[in-house]
């Protein structure tokens, strides 16, 4: 693996750790890129990576991308990501977790976990276990915090009805065309909302039983992963990994806007000049997507000081999201630059890097 700091997605990030555990088997990577706003939070990804080089990139871009959300979502809290190497079978262990636990735990709270793709509220207490420096722990019904995904899939779906309005003109969702890729926690939370509310649902995911499952359910049809990002829809709706959009994902598709829960949906920066040039309306992803790391970091806060954050102020900060995206489609339309790059100025002046 080539040294980190010589990658593309390397953006002087404050400190990268290496970790290694002998005895667990634990091999992970903790990136923190910025401590300007506070603690780097960012929750854990657990995934195989056939390439090492590959997780170091998740990692550097996931961290960033974690810097510009807490930002943009108004946390006291910079950016961090840690991703554990898992091998081919997902192996996850007890002491892998306690292992990572400490890791966490030796740096001191400048990064602070919670759930990310391959973990769950379990991994979360586990790692609990080794260090005070983790959220997205169980909490009483009614209470900030716990598991972030329905708060994710509530804050991308209030983020794609701003899309619609902003685009199409259209206040409600009613026979609105919705291709979504991902129906996990997020994606199967935004599918639900939307149908609800009358939009025409195409789901799809690798686990294809899940994808008809969804589809049965909610009254809506299921198309093979491969192909959602063709139909033809008004938006098209990325809720599993990143880096969807890319050199050949971003020519077949046909719809009007992109918005989507996903994390680093754009390869590189120059995929957003290229959907900015089909005429497609993006939804920076850092910026819909920060529902959850409201919940979770909500949840930190308000423990850290003593003084715990209730319902109507996480529902608060998550009916902010479609302002915020509406504030940088206006600034887009009166500049005629891309969402992309406006969301990002507006997030490195607020850590600091402006």
């Keep these: ?21 002998r005895a667990s088997g634990l091999t992970a990577i903790i990136a923190v890129h910025s401590t300007h706003l506070g603690p780097g939070a960012g929750g854990t990804r657990f ?11 998740d990692a550097l871009r996931l961290s960033r991308g974690m810097s510009y959300k807490n930002a943009m979502a108004g946390l006291p809290m910079g950016g961090g990501k840690a991703v554990v190497l898992l091998d081919e079978n997902r192996t996850k262990t007890p002491e892998m977790l306690a292992a990572f636990g400490r890791a966490v735990n030796d740096l001191g709270g400048r990064y602070v976990t919670a759930e990310d793709v391959g973990a769950s509220v379990a991994d979360m207490v586990a790692i609990s276990a080794e260090t005070q ?33 902003h685009k199409l003109g259209q206040d409600s969702l009613e026979g609105v065309r919705i291709a979504l890729q991902g129906c996990g926690s997020v994606g199967g939370g935004v599918a639900r909302l939307a149908a609800a509310e ?18 049965g359910q909610i009254g809506g049809e299921a198309v093979a992963a491969e192909t959602v990002a063709t139909v033809a829809c008004d938006v098209f709706s990325p809720n599993a990994l990143g880096a969807i959009l ?3 994902s971003i020519p077949q598709l046909d719809c009007a806007i992109v918005a989507g829960g996903a994390n680093n949906q754009l390869a590189r920066p120059e995929h957003g000049r ?57 600034e887009c339309d009166e500049t005629g630059e891309r969402p992309d790059v406006v969301a990002d100025r507006m997030a490195q002046r607020l850590i600091g890097r402006g």
């Design 1 to 21: 693996m080539a040294a980190f700091w010589t990658e593309a997605d390397w953006d002087e990030h404050e400190q990268v750790e290496v970790v290694h555990d």
């Design 133 to 165: 420096h983790v959220c997205g722990l169980p909490v009483e019904e009614g209470a900030v915090g716990g598991d972030p995904g329905p708060f994710t899939a509530m804050g991308v779906f209030l983020g794609i009805k701003a899309a619609v309005r």
């Design 274 to 330: 290229m959907l900015a040039e089909r005429g497609i309306l993006y939804a920076p992803d850092y910026v819909i997507n920060a529902a959850g790391i409201i919940d979770v970091g909500l949840e930190y806060l308000g423990r850290r000081e003593g003084k715990p954050y209730t319902m109507d102020d996480l529902r608060e900060r998550i009916g902010m999201i479609p302002e915020r995206l509406s504030a940088i489609w206006r």
């Design 198 to 215: 009358g939009a025409r649902m195409t789901v799809a995911d690798v686990d294809a039983a899940r994808a008809k499952t969804l589809a």
């Design 47 to 57: 995934w195989h990576y056939p390439d090492p080089a590959l997780a170091m990139r």
């Design 246 to 248: 890319n050199d050949s």
